[in-house]
C-alpha cells in the first residue's frame, strides 16, 4: 500500500534562518507531489508540484524553492526564513493526470519567531 | 472574491441533525473534491466528483455542473463528524497540468 512521510512533526525556526522539510511516498512510482501551506485561518494554498525528477512548478512568489532529488522525494527550503512562513505545511501526492484522490501527508508546523 | 468559496464558514449542530455545507466556484474544473481536515491537522479525501452525486455511508456529496455548485451532506450527525471541511476543485494550470484549488473550509462541531 501506499504511504506519504513527512518530517518534522513540528518546528520552531528563527527569522533568518534556513528550512529543510522532506517529503517521501512509498508504495507507487513516478507520483506528482505537491508542497500546500496552510497559514493560520485560512485555506490550503499550492506553493509546488512535481511531476518527475527534476521538475519543480511554483504557483506563488516567494522566498521558498523545492526540489526533487528522487521520484519518491520532494523537499521544500527556504535559505532565509520570514514571520509569514509560519503556517502547516503538507506534501501530497497523486497518480498524474485525472488522479481522483490526492493523498496527504501528516504535516508539518512550522512556527517562526 | 476567491475562486471557491464555502458556507458556512462555521457549523454547530446537535448529534443527530442533518448537515448541508456548500461549495461554489468560479473556475472551469475537472473534478471537485471534498476533504476532511481533523483537529490535529490530518486531511483525508471523502469524495471526487465530476458530476452527479456519490454516496458514502453517512455522507453524500452532489455536483450541479452548470451551476457551479456543489453540497456535502452528513445524515444523523454524530461527535465524531466534528472537523473542517474542505472543498477542493481541480483545474488546469498555464503549463497544462492539474492542480487543486482551495476552500477555506467550513468549522463543523457536533454536539452530543
Known amino acids: 500500500s501506499q504511504t506519504i512521510h513527512q518530517w518534522p512533526a513540528t518546528l520552531v525556526q528563527p527569522v533568518g534562518s534556513p528550512l529543510s522539510l522532506e517529503c517521501t511516498v512509498e508504495g507507487t512510482s513516478n507520483p506528482n507531489l505537491y508542497w500546500y501551506r496552510q497559514a493560520a485561518g485560512r485555506g490550503l494554498q499550492l506553493l509546488f508540484y512535481s511531476v518527475g525528477i527534476g521538475q519543480i512548478s511554483s504557483e506563488v512568489p516567494q522566498n521558498l524553492s523545492a526540489s526533487r532529488p528522487q521520484d519518491r522525494q520532494f523537499i521544500l527550503s527556504s535559505k532565509k526564513l520570514l514571520l509569514s512562513d509560519s503556517g502547516f505545511y503538507l506534501c501530497a501526492w497523486d497518480s498524474g493526470l485525472g488522479a481522483d484522490t490526492q493523498y496527504f501527508g501528516p504535516g508539518t508546523r512550522l512556527t517562526v519567531l | ?112
Request: include cysteine; proline fraction near 4%.
Open chain 2, 1 to 112: 472574491k476567491n475562486e471557491v468559496e464555502q458556507s458556512p464558514q462555521n457549523l454547530t449542530a446537535q448529534e443527530g441533525e442533518f448537515i448541508t455545507i456548500n461549495c461554489s466556484y468560479s473556475v472551469g474544473i475537472s473534478a471537485l473534491h471534498w476533504l476532511q481536515q481533523h483537529p490535529g491537522g490530518g486531511i483525508v479525501s471523502l469524495f471526487m466528483l465530476s458530476s452527479g452525486k456519490k454516496k458514502h455511508g453517512r455522507l453524500i456529496a452532489t455536483i450541479n455542473i452548470q451551476e457551479k455548485h456543489s453540497s456535502l451532506h452528513i445524515t444523523a450527525s454524530h461527535p465524531r463528524d466534528s472537523a473542517v471541511y474542505i472543498c477542493a476543485v481541480r483545474s488546469y494550470t498555464n503549463f497544462g497540468n492539474e492542480k487543486l484549488t482551495f476552500g477555506t473550509g467550513t468549522r463543523l462541531t457536533i454536539i452530543p
